[in-house]
């Protein structure tokens, strides 16, 4: 019995410095353990690419929402049918804050690009001058439209913003002919365009060609060849279109699917003075 109980005794006194041990790993050990982490992290400079890139968070929209958006702005503003109402045209626009906005949809002078940077006029009247080349090379414009040169034209930058939804806005540049130098020859020049900003798209034109007549213009092959052009759906034939509409006789209206309904775009021209536009306002 006395041999059973040293026997105890022996293994007890064995077990202490276990005890001790693992008390001690429980108490030190994670606080060790992070230290040897942090050296592995801290003192040291690790790169990693993120997409954010410099312009933050953009709500993405669609084609046929820009559309839309621009749209429903456009139609909210006094805009000229064609160079033919230039002597109405007013600067009504002004630098506001969407904030201080009334109603739903609103043209804002925008001097900052997406990303937050100023820019001059020259990137707007270069990125014109892609779009017209384009519209060029699919048959929408006649070749003969010439160039832009930036002391002809001027450029103005907008945000076209569904003022409930801030988040959804389109940037674009208003790119028109100085009607002041009435000495200037309009033909075959670009008169007005509303060009996006981001992409470089032509959203809308007015411009002077060579073309006479109205018989001559395939407004269907234009509408066609644009809407491929914009990334849009097939167009649809216009029901019910007013010829009251338009100052001008000549002219055929398409829809597009929009955000909440259809977006009108018509195709037209104006005789006598050899205009041909297509515009997506009203």
Do not use: H
Not at 189 to 194: F, G, K, M, P, Q
């Amino acid at each position: 019995m006395e041999k059973e109980n040293k026997k105890k005794t022996k293994i007890n006194f064995l077990l202490i410095p276990l005890a001790v041990a693992i008390t001690g790993l429980a108490v030190w050990g994670p606080e060790a353990l992070a230290r040897y982490r942090d050296r592995g992290i801290l003192d040291q400079l690790k790169t990693q690419e993120i997409e954010t890139g410099t312009e933050g968070y953009r709500y993405a929209l669609s084609s046929g929402e820009k559309l839309y958006i621009l749209s429903k702005c456009l139609n909210n503003q006094i805009q000229p049918e064609s160079d033919q109402n230039a002597m109405t045209r007013t600067e009504d626009a002004v630098n506001l804050d969407y904030q201080d906005l009334t109603g739903t949809f609103a043209m804002v002078v925008n001097r900052k690009d997406s990303s937050g940077q100023e820019v001059s006029e020259s990137i707007g009247v270069e990125l014109c001058n892609k779009g017209i080349g384009e519209l060029k090379e699919l048959g929408i414009l006649p070749q003969s439209v010439k160039e832009l040169t930036e002391n002809s034209y001027s450029a103005v930058m907008y945000s076209a913003i569904d003022v409930p939804e801030p988040r959804n806005n389109v940037l674009v540049w208003k790119i028109s002919l100085d009607t002041e130098k009435q000495t200037m020859n309009r033909a075959n020049r670009l008169l007005d365009a509303y060009v996006d900003a981001d992409t470089g798209k032509v959203y809308e034109f007015y411009v002077r060609t060579e073309i006479s007549r109205w018989e001559d213009v395939d407004a269907d092959a234009i509408i066609q060849a644009w809407a491929q052009y914009m990334e849009l759906e097939e167009p649809e034939d216009y029901q019910g279109a007013n010829p009251l509409s338009e100052t001008t006789p000549y002219f055929k209206k398409y829809s597009f699917v929009g955000m909440e309904g259809s977006t009108v775009v018509t195709v037209g021209f104006y005789e006598g003075i050899n205009e041909l536009f297509l515009k997506i306002s009203r």
